[in-house]
């Protein structure tokens, strides 16, 4: 909670913030005792006492007292790239990057309207698709069932997005169509998706889905399963969108009736623009949970990074060595959604001072 | 007939009527075609086979269950362990998630470093990565007979938590379990039923002392009925052999998910709870205070039962979304529904209707759980002249 100083000198603010009461100093002096013992002894395990390099593998193998990191200089490829073939790895550590940049793109407003957006993702997504897959440009073609680690935890993250975006605007629209039978089984469909677990679509998508389709349409497994967890991701966000929508003023819709605009063009120009922007905080939520649940498909067979994570210390060589690796994994996945998540702060309280 | 189509009630019937029958219509081919594959590959649809026995085992269940059981108990017994799951790690998350919340609106500068610190690192790093690390971690634990012991009588191993427990039938202790819930919501009933509000405060803490002497009571007696014979009441693991006899074993797949899922959740009810404080208004803080109440006093008594109301369905919607992910247990090796489920396909191959049974049980725990809390919140919810800030 907030204080107020009066004079702002750094005793005072001390004593203000730390030990302002008895009750406040027992705090103080409590957690301040757990987090400087925390720190210690995560320092000294991390880094003081820690082995670096691959060749003192014998070192930590029998306890050096600290982090094995050399697993990860032995084995950070397997983990980034999963079973790529070895002199291809560059193709997939630049799409990485290209995929990285359109995303990091996506958060400037310059980008901020249909055309540029589509624009961005589309391009950015063939860079990324052609590098992976190549077939094109001298490139030595690698199926989906090499990609593997970092880069296909991406390619699923951008298709479910590319994909369920689109989805779920047509879903937030029928949800809100004025006529009874469309909205209404628009609902009943939303709610059903959203109340099963993810890892239950997923698995229906990959297991169920060739037993009622015709064979022309099963397609690779992967993209079912990318398609199963896209309308999982529509479900959800159309529901954002909805709230977006609502949140606008009858007004707006029913001046943009009065000069005369067709239905395309009032969603176009006056409710989708204004419902993203009030929805923009959840949606960025959203994309943020869309991203760490990719690491459900490991559950289906697919070998992104968590499970070429597993792999990383799954034989006899390494196999002591399971906090580093996942600590390293986890810091992967934290500098992403952290970024993502702190973008998202920060663009909420941008708003919240267009607001006022 | 082309000037039908120009009446905009007609042409929406036809719209409606189009995207209701478009939607029939996959739901028949996909129908078709599961029929016709299911012929081509000589496979029996339909529900007989729960009646069959499954011929596999469960490693935890908390009914008993064998191999010559049927599937439909199996299922069950699937059931049961993720509501078991669920209930524990919901309770968890929810008192973890409450103290970091209260730790990060303390004002204490070091408390809310801590809070945020807990929070940033448990919610950005997914739930499946921290179940597998937890599990990891729990498995490489010493063996049984190196175990790290706590006062001689529960043991930390690599195979498992080794706990005391009473030597009492498993029936009688859920019957208490159940007559706990049912004393917490007499007492609750008690505290806020309009309809005993005109009774004294004296009479109502009466009224509740006398509800949990009846259940210790109860208990007791329960106890006492469902005795093991020939035991000593109390029931200490001890080493022998290889492994552990006696006490409770919390197997490595169960602590893992519990303290995965109570981990994640508490991340995220720690948000929500900090919310919570924050959208009190100040006034309500400094009105306790100006009635002289203690810091603990305005906390507890007009606080804290303002946030839980101003999060309540938020916090809805939180448990929902964490009792789906107690799926995550298969991939550590816990037998939930899910898992149940799985293998029960693999072993049976009669996908479409387990599939079915899969979604049906979750739709029906969902709605159920979303009812209930619902009905608590309509219950407990400001109104009226209350809503005045």
């Not at chain 1, 994994?329 to 992403?336: R, T």
């Not at chain 2, 179940?131 to 175990?147: G, I, N, Q």
């Not at chain 2, 819930?181 to 009224?207: D, F, G, H, N």
Request: one cysteine or more; charged letters at 15%.
């Amino acid at each position: 909670m907030a204080k107020t100083y009066q004079n702002p000198n750094i005793i005072k603010r001390l004593r203000a913030d730390y030990f302002s009461n008895r009750t406040d100093t027992t705090l103080t002096l409590i957690f301040g005792a757990c987090a400087a013992w925390a720190l210690w002894n995560l320092i000294s395990w991390g880094l003081l006492n820690a082995v670096w390099s691959a060749e003192d593998r014998d070192l930590c193998a029998h306890g050096s007292g600290g982090a094995c990191w050399a697993v990860i200089d032995a084995r950070w490829r397997l983990i980034m790239f999963g079973l790529y073939p070895y002199e291809e790895q560059w193709r997939s550590g630049i799409a990485c990057v290209v995929m990285v940049l359109i995303v990091g793109l996506s958060c400037v407003p310059w980008f901020w309207n249909a055309k540029r957006i589509s624009a961005l993702w589309l391009t950015g997504f063939g860079i990324f698709y052609v590098l992976m897959r190549g077939g094109y440009f001298g490139l030595t073609p690698v199926f989906e069932q090499n990609w593997g680690g970092l880069s296909l935890t991406l390619f699923i993250f951008a298709t479910v997005s590319l994909i369920g975006m689109p989805m779920a605007i047509v879903f937030a629209l029928l949800r809100r169509s004025e006529l009874p039978w469309i909205s209404n089984t628009m609902g009943v469909i939303i709610d059903t998706i959203r109340s099963l677990p993810l890892l239950s679509i997923m698995f229906t998508f990959a297991i169920v889905l060739p037993f009622v389709l015709p064979s022309w349409m099963i397609g690779d497994k992967l993209y079912r399963v990318i398609f199963g967890y896209a309308l999982f991701f529509a479900c959800y966000q159309a529901e954002i969108l909805r709230g977006g929508m609502q949140a606008l003023p009858a007004g707006q819709e029913e001046a943009a009736k009065a000069l005369g605009m067709s239905y395309w063009h009032r969603i176009g120009y006056i409710v989708l623009p204004q419902a993203f922007r009030n929805a923009l905080p959840p949606t960025i939520n959203q994309f943020v949970i869309t991203f760490k649940e990719t690491s459900l498909v490991v559950i289906i067979g697919f070998f992104e990074i968590l499970a070429s994570g597993n792999a990383a210390f799954g034989n006899s060589e390494w196999n002591f060595a399971h906090v580093e690796v996942y600590a390293f994994v986890a810091l992967i996945y934290f500098v992403f959604v952290f970024a993502l998540s702190r973008y998202g702060a920060y663009l909420e309280r941008r708003m919240a001072v267009a607001e006022r | 007939m082309l000037a039908l189509l120009k009446k905009k009630s007609v042409r929406d019937d036809l719209w409606q009527f189009g995207f209701v029958s478009a939607l029939a219509l996959l739901v028949v081919i996909f129908a078709l075609t599961a029929r016709s594959n299911l012929e081509a590959q000589g496979l029996t649809s339909g529900f007989g086979f729960l009646d069959r026995a499954t011929g596999w085992g469960v490693n935890f269940s908390l009914i008993e269950f064998s191999t010559s059981d049927t599937y439909l108990k199996v299922i069950w017994v699937g059931i049961l362990n993720s509501l078991f799951i669920g209930a524990i790690s919901l309770v968890c998350a929810t008192f973890l998630g409450t103290v970091i919340g209260v730790m990060r609106v303390s004002g204490n500068k070091i408390a809310e470093l801590v809070g945020t610190t807990f929070v940033e690192i448990f919610r950005n790093i997914p739930l499946l990565l921290q179940v597998y690390f937890w599990y990891a971690l729990l498995t490489a634990l010493p063996k049984p007979k190196e175990a790290v012991s706590l006062f001689d009588v529960a043991f930390l191993s690599g195979r498992g938590i080794y706990l005391p427990g009473l030597n009492v039938s498993g029936i009688m202790v859920f019957l208490s379990v159940v007559l706990l819930v049912l004393s917490l919501s007499v007492v609750l009933w008690i505290k806020i039923a309009r309809r005993l509000q005109r009774l004294p405060q004296i009479r109502k803490t009466k009224l509740v002392r006398g509800v949990w002497l009846a259940w210790v009571i109860a208990t007791l007696l329960l106890f006492w009925i469902g005795r093991i014979p020939d035991t000593t009441l109390p029931n200490i693991p001890y080493l022998k052999g290889l492994n552990y006899r006696d006490g409770i074993r919390v197997s490595p797949e169960l602590l893992a998910c519990i303290v995965g899922i109570s981990i994640y959740g508490a991340a995220y009810i720690g948000e929500i709870v900090r919310a919570g404080f924050n959208s009190l208004s100040k006034g309500q803080g400094e009105a306790g205070h100006a009635l002289g109440l203690t810091p603990w006093q305005t906390f507890t008594r007009i606080k804290l039962p303002l946030a839980i109301r101003a999060v309540m369905p938020t916090l809805i919607n939180q448990y929902v979304w964490l009792f789906k992910s107690t799926t995550i247990g298969i991939a550590i090796g816990f037998v939930d529904f899910f898992m149940v489920i799985s293998t029960a396909i693999n072993q049976s191959g009669q996908t479409l209707e387990l599939v079915a049974i899969l979604m049906g049980g979750f739709l029906i725990i969902n709605y159920s759980m979303a009812w209930l809390l619902n009905r608590v919140n309509d219950a407990i919810k400001l109104k009226g002249t209350q809503l005045r800030v």
